[in-house]
């Protein structure tokens, strides 16, 4: 006999929710987001745990439970041990998704559809629906789907996504429209989910592959130059040199000053700062630290203005060939 797949779902659910907000924050971090979106529209839809349901999903806690009361879920709990696993930034924005409940219920169908699927069923549907419906899929599967658009389109659904400014209830209405004719569901009298924007739209870039990418930002460069720069800074973040290979973080540093360096590094996680000691000459890196010590306290503004000026040098050196940039998905070709 077949097992249900939602059935596990569910007493992993129980189980999250039985053992508390600080035991069950523990085992989301080691999730992925996929996983934890599922487990949260499973416990949200908890009202309550009979006993002998927790004693047959974990005899463990038979002790815990054992005066016959149920173990009470309410929506706070759910949003204090997701944002305890996963923190404040990535937790607002599932907590989101999740407590939407049937709002979005279409879309919950087509994250768990192949990439040709969905990009077959939606793509002749208004640009700004499909923006609107990816901006509710992970950043992957959107990249992927959105590969698959002709490039007229991908270019005009990108723009969208980069301009969006929240999902307003009359458009996730429509949206709901367009996909009860595909799928099922539709509500409304939700509150405006905050997607889309810049950053979202920059996500997805990273999974769409070299070429798509530069058509897409030539694209949106001749409707707005300083919107392509934003989708480009937010594209490549200063903590992403961890993904540079150690020749290209030499090839960068022969073209940063020490002053420039120094500033920057401040704000750096501990990891790139000793990949960056570790590319450079002994003597250097043991002046770099030393430099780094001394260096007073330096505004956030000035750090993070240093960083995009290293950054901009390391774009120039990836069009030039010298470099790779890491941390792009898409395709890797070989030459």
């Known amino acids: 006999m077949a097992t249900n797949p939602d059935d596990g779902i569910e007493k992993s659910a129980i189980l999250l929710l039985s053992l508390g907000e600080d035991e069950a924050a523990a085992v989301l971090k080691h999730l992925g987001p996929k996983e934890v979106q599922k487990l949260g529209h499973a416990m949200t839809a908890i009202k309550s745990v009979p006993r002998e349901k927790i004693e047959v999903v974990l005899d463990k ?5 054992g005066q016959g009361s149920p173990v009470s879920v309410d929506e706070a709990t759910i949003r204090s041990m997701l944002t305890k696993a996963l923190g404040d930034d990535r937790a607002a924005n599932l907590i989101s998704r999740i407590m939407q409940g049937g709002d979005t219920a279409g879309i ?4 768990w559809m192949d990439s040709g699927t969905v990009a077959d069923l939606i793509k002749n549907e208004h640009p700004q629906i499909i923006a609107t419906i990816l901006v509710h899929l992970e950043f992957d599967h959107a990249g992927e789907i959105l590969k698959l ?5 991908r270019n005009d659904v990108l723009l969208r996504i980069a301009t969006l400014d929240g999902v307003q209830p009359t458009a996730l209405h429509e949206l709901n429209g367009a996909l009860t004719r ?25 999974f769409v592959g070299q070429q798509a990418e530069t058509s897409i930002v030539d694209n949106v460069r001749e409707y707005d130059p300083d919107l392509a720069q ?19 973080i030499q090839l960068l540093l022969r073209e940063v000053q020490s002053d420039s360096l120094i500033v920057a590094l401040k704000g750096a996680p501990p990891e790139l700062r000793e990949k960056i000691f570790k590319n450079m000459s002994q003597r250097a890196a043991e002046m770099l630290r030393e430099d780094l010590e001394s260096k ?13 000026e290293i950054l901009k040098i390391a774009r120039r050196l990836a069009d030039e060939g010298q470099i790779v940039l890491g941390g792009k998905g898409g395709e890797d070709q070989m030459i």
């Open 296 to 308: 007073g306290p330096v505004r956030l503004s000035e750090v993070e203005a240093e960083q995009k």
């Open 230 to 248: 934003k989708i480009l800074d937010e594209m490549f973040v200063f903590e992403n040199l961890m993904d540079v290979d150690d020749r290209g």
């Open 61 to 65: 806690l038979h002790s815990e439970t």
């Open 108 to 111: 919950e169908s087509l994250k």
């Open 182 to 206: 595909l799928l099922s569901g539709a509500s409304a009298n939700i509150k405006k989910a905050s997607m889309g924007g810049v950053r979202h739209a920059a996500e997805i870039l990273n």
């Open 149 to 153: 658009f002709s490039e007229r389109l």
